[in-house]
């Protein structure tokens, strides 16, 4: 109950026993924490409340129902008003003043539940096998969420409301991963105490998330100018400069060569030698890390951590840079720990090299390449694997010119992507599979996330045979999926999208299809669902282009990388 309906309940309790002595109705009132005031009676002309008592009652009502107004538009409006209570009886906030509190209580709370990942992880590196589990997978997204609601409240990294929504997006979708990596832990390891904290901080992000939408009224604007070259303006003129050079042209920070020719015979060592200018974002590739990898195999497994910011991976070309992994889920890996290159610092770059889990099709899980890393960009590499094979994981990323091969969910997660201009082919599962180009992970409705598939083309395998084939299928209840201009053959089965289980975010989804041309792109035999917009308007479409989805005339142009803003 809020002071304000203390004090409302207190006044009528006075007035019924208005024959009691006021020293006795004062008495009481002080010893229930009440102002103490003198009230009319019939005998009497006292003044109602003293004008202190009144006005405070006052603001305190304003606030409260500021804060239950607020709250209300959330999905968790318990939560919110838990998060705001500080707040209760204070002079009015303003709705910016209650997402700044919303969100200082939601990094609070990720600072405790990231606490109790990092006691339960030593706990389990004493007694365990030593291999990473779902709980260090934890504690890991919790850091970088901790650094990306840290963001959100900096005024000079939040630079735009579009800045603001991609990183509580990416927050949020940090702790689904998380519950996600905790099924692969017992029990006794601490399992259900840190889903119930993880499901809380969840409720508490979203929320978040939530009041800005409101506070910005959807709108989410990013800027999108278009430069003179046709590239968006968030990669530096050096960047747009590397991406359109060759190997030879370019002054690598670091040389990866197996026979010894370079400064480093593997790219971990070439990592670690960048990693202190990486952090700081220097570099001599104007403020980026460069790491040529010349031709070779490299058996690695590729990690590049949120503090380390724009590194570039350069290759000789497809099929000549390769680097190989086999981790995988039936092994015992997390999904989120099977990548052979996972990309999590911000503005990673990779150019020229072919990235493989070569774990197979009957191996369940197994991910080539993850990328979690903000306006990252994906250039002419080819990325091969079967299940789960990209995972294009949070915040914003553009693939162009790119080779992806795989068989179930094989381009799944939770980012704002775009592909443009890249080949995606479906390849021959395991007995009795069916293949799902995407699944889409959106899972709040207020999350600024999907997959845009844009001027590709997709064709089957030759050895694909008549295995069912669909555009995706909803991983999460808003999973977003939109296909454009785009060439389908015939492996595309007539219906289009796939079911995830039963009638599961089939109203909730948002597929659709635009202007697609080749034989699996008649729309006439796919599916009714109410999420399903086979047909997509020019306008609606625009939505998911480059400029309109990821806001990419802000930042792309800078890479160098080709691009088309529009339909």
Request: one cysteine or more; proline letters at 4%.
């Amino acid at each position: 109950m809020s002071m304000y309906e203390r004090v409302s309940s207190k006044k009528k309790f006075i007035m019924w026993a208005c024959t009691i002595s006021t020293v006795l109705i004062l008495t009481i009132i002080k010893q229930a924490g009440a102002e103490p005031k003198v009230l009319a009676s019939s005998h009497h002309s006292f003044s109602t409340v003293s004008r202190p008592a009144a006005a405070a009652a006052a603001t305190t009502t304003k606030t409260s129902s500021a804060v239950a107004s607020a709250c209300a538009a959330t999905l968790y409006p318990n939560a919110c008003e838990s998060a705001l209570a500080s707040v209760a009886g204070a002079p009015t906030k303003s709705a910016k003043e209650l997402f700044d509190i919303s969100v200082q209580s939601a990094m609070t709370r990720a600072h405790s539940v990231r606490a109790m990942a990092y006691n339960l992880t030593l706990k389990h590196q004493k007694t365990g096998s030593g291999r990473p589990t779902g709980m260090d997978d934890c504690l890991e997204l919790l850091d970088i969420s901790v650094d990306q609601l840290n963001d959100v409240l900096n005024p000079k990294t939040s630079s735009s409301p579009h800045d603001v929504k991609t990183w509580l997006s990416a927050a949020l979708t940090n702790q689904a991963t998380c519950r996600d990596s905790l099924d692969t832990v017992d029990a006794s390891d601490g399992r259900d105490a840190m889903s119930a904290q993880v499901e809380s901080l969840t409720q508490f992000i979203g929320n978040s998330l939530a009041l800005h939408k409101k506070l910005d009224g959807g709108k989410g604007s990013g800027g999108r100018k278009l430069l003179s070259d046709g590239f968006p303006a968030w990669l530096s003129a050096g960047d747009r400069k590397l991406l359109q050079a060759s190997p030879e042209d370019i002054r690598a920070d670091a040389v990866v060569a197996k026979d010894g020719s370079g400064t480093h015979k593997t790219i971990n060592e070439a990592i670690a030698f960048v990693s202190p200018a990486a952090a700081s974002g220097g570099g001599g590739g104007g403020g980026r890390s460069v790491i040529y990898v010349k031709a070779g195999t490299y058996n690695e497994y590729i990690k590049i951590p949120t503090k380390q910011k724009n590194v570039m991976l350069m290759g000789d070309g497809k099929g000549k840079s390769v680097i190989v992994g086999s981790r995988n889920a039936a092994n015992g890996y997390t999904t989120y720990g099977t990548a052979t290159v996972a990309a999590m610092g911000a503005g990673f770059i990779a150019k020229g090299l072919t990235i493989i889990n070569n774990s197979g099709p009957s191996k369940s899980q197994g991910v080539a390449l993850r990328v979690g890393a903000d306006k990252s960009v994906i250039y002419q590499c080819s990325i091969q694997g079967y299940q789960d094979t990209l995972y294009t994981h949070s915040n914003r990323q553009f693939y162009s010119e790119d080779d992806i091969y795989g068989t179930v969910d094989f381009i799944f997660g939770n980012s704002a992507v775009v592909f443009q201009n890249c080949f995606i082919q479906p390849r021959k599962p395991g007995g009795g599979q069916r293949n799902s180009i995407t699944a889409q992970g959106r899972l709040d409705p207020n999350q600024n996330t999907g997959i845009s598939i844009h001027r590709c083309r997709i064709v089957g395998a030759s050895d694909l045979g008549g295995t069912p084939t669909y555009l995706g299928r909803p991983w999460h209840k808003y999973s977003r999926t939109v296909v454009m201009e785009t060439y389908m053959d015939g492996s595309i089965n007539s219906a289009g999208w796939e079911p995830w289980s039963g009638s599961f975010a089939l109203s909730t989804l948002y597929y659709g299809e635009y202007a697609n041309t080749g034989p699996g792109a008649s729309t006439s035999g796919r599916v009714r669902w109410p999420g399903v917009h086979s047909s997509l308007s020019a306008a609606e479409a625009s939505k998911f282009t480059v400029a309109g989805f990821i806001f990419g005339d802000s930042w792309l142009p800078g890479t160098g990388v080709s691009y088309t803003a529009g339909l």
